[in-house]
């Protein structure tokens, strides 16, 4: 078996404004990218084992609160691997 894996992940977020605004030279902003699902609707069974430990935090809370989370991962990187163990803490 691979050795677990140890993950460090760093979150940020940044205000995107009302989508009036223009990027440098005025040009247009591309469009957003991504799919976006409702709070209640966000599919965590086909993500990542931890993903629902913080992801609830930073949608909630966003700017609020900050987080710190350590997790140790049964196997190499992708959803399938088991979360052996985490650590997680806000401030």
Request: aromatic share 14%; hydrophobic share 30%.
């Amino acid at each position: 078996a691979p050795p677990p894996m140890r993950v460090r992940v760093y979150v940020t977020t940044i205000p995107v404004g009302d989508g009036n605004a223009s990027a440098s030279a005025g040009q247009p902003r591309p469009p957003p990218v991504g799919k976006y699902y409702g709070y209640d609707e966000v599919p965590y069974g086909g993500m990542w084992a931890d993903d629902v430990i913080w992801m609830p935090s930073l949608i909630r809370n966003c700017m609020d609160e900050n987080f710190e989370l350590h997790c140790v991962f049964g196997g190499g990187p992708g959803r399938d691997s088991a979360l052996l163990d985490y650590g997680y803490r806000t401030y």
